[in-house]
Structures are given as structure tokens and as C-alpha cells.
């Protein structure tokens, strides 16, 4: 859906970066996907040194600058402010799955099941974010059900 016009080719591109965000939080959840297909390993082995960065300190640094000074500033373009929203939401979303990954972690006992859960998160992220930037490219709002609702409460 278009509904606020032609987007620029700059503004897509701003627009889809900030997808970056959850692709490299979501690799965490990759590790037993790549250990049985190393060929995806070296596809999504250039983003490790973002990887890197985005844990700690410096990942929530970078996730309040993305919320305060695109998302909240109105002197930016809505689409740009809209998928930067949404990336944080999808973010949120990973990071809530880390945690109940992290409580029930040791009742799961790193078999079966943790793999599962864990292949279908990035799986479902991986899906999200490649919809989402294929989407945003195109010039085009993606919606994600109530990911994009919450979005567009937050965005105005």
C-alpha cells in the first residue's frame, strides 16, 4: 500500500535500512540453521561485524537513536519513519523471544524442541525483514498484521 504518494528512490533506500537492526539480532537464533547448512553461514557471514556491534551497549544506543531521531521526528519522511518503526517493533519482538528463550532454556535442555524454536524464529524474522525491505523497495508500506497496526498508532 502507497498511500502517501511516490517515494523517492532515496527514501526507500533510507527507509530499508533500518532492517539491518532485527537481520542481526535474528542471526543469534540462526546458530543451529548454520551448523546444518554452512553454505548459509557464508551468506550471512558479512554482517557478523554488525553483529558484534549490536550487542551490549552500543545495540541499545543505536536502538534509542533509530526510535528518537527517525522515528519521533516529524521532519522526516513518513515512510522512512514508518519501516524504521516497524523494525524496531520486529526488534522488540526478537528480544522478547531471547528472553523467554533464556527462562525456559535450561527446562529445554538444548534439544529438539530448542532447535525448532529457535530455526523458526530466525526463520519468521528472515521472512519478515527480506518482505519487508523487498516491500519498502518497491516504494510500498508493508504490512505485517499487528506489527503494522502498531506501527501506524505510533507514526503518525
Given at each position: 500500500?502507497?498511500?502517501?504518494?511516490?517515494?523517492?528512490?532515496?527514501?526507500?533506500?533510507?527507509?530499508?535500512?533500518?532492517?539491518?537492526?532485527?537481520?542481526?539480532?535474528?542471526?543469534?537464533?540462526?546458530?543451529?540453521?548454520?551448523?546444518?547448512?554452512?553454505?548459509?553461514?557464508?551468506?550471512?557471514?558479512?554482517?557478523?561485524?554488525?553483529?558484534?556491534?549490536?550487542?551490549?551497549?552500543?545495540?541499545?544506543?543505536?536502538?534509542?537513536?533509530?526510535?528518537?531521531?527517525?522515528?519521533?521526528?516529524?521532519?522526516?519522511?513518513?515512510?522512512?519513519?514508518?519501516?524504521?518503526?516497524?523494525?524496531?517493533?520486529?526488534?522488540?519482538?526478537?528480544?522478547?523471544?531471547?528472553?523467554?528463550?533464556?527462562?525456559?532454556?535450561?527446562?529445554?535442555?538444548?534439544?529438539?524442541?530448542?532447535?525448532?524454536?529457535?530455526?523458526v524464529i530466525f526463520l519468521g524474522t528472515?521472512?519478515?525483514?527480506?518482505?519487508?525491505?523487498?516491500?519498502?523497495?518497491?516504494?510500498?508500506?508493508?504490512?505485517?498484521?499487528t506489527i503494522s497496526e502498531a506501527v501506524?498508532?505510533?507514526?503518525?
Amino acid at each position: 500500500m502507497n498511500w502517501r504518494g511516490e517515494t523517492a528512490v532515496t527514501d526507500r533506500i533510507w527507509a530499508s535500512l533500518p532492517y539491518l537492526l532485527p537481520l542481526v539480532d535474528s542471526l543469534l537464533f540462526g546458530v543451529y540453521l548454520f551448523r546444518q547448512f554452512p553454505p548459509l553461514a557464508v551468506v550471512f557471514s558479512p554482517l557478523l561485524p554488525l553483529l558484534a556491534l549490536s550487542n551490549g551497549f552500543l545495540g541499545l544506543i543505536i536502538f534509542f537513536l533509530i526510535f528518537l531521531l527517525v522515528v519521533r521526528n516529524s521532519n522526516i519522511n513518513h515512510f522512512i519513519r514508518f519501516n524504521a518503526m516497524q523494525a524496531i517493533l520486529i526488534d522488540i519482538v526478537l528480544i522478547i523471544c531471547r528472553v523467554i528463550l533464556q527462562i525456559l532454556g535450561p527446562a529445554l535442555q538444548g534439544g529438539l524442541l530448542l532447535e525448532t524454536l529457535m530455526n523458526v524464529i530466525f526463520l519468521g524474522t528472515l521472512a519478515a525483514v527480506f518482505y519487508s525491505v523487498v516491500q519498502t523497495l518497491r516504494g510500498q508500506y508493508a504490512e505485517i498484521p499487528t506489527i503494522s497496526e502498531a506501527v501506524h498508532m505510533q507514526v503518525r
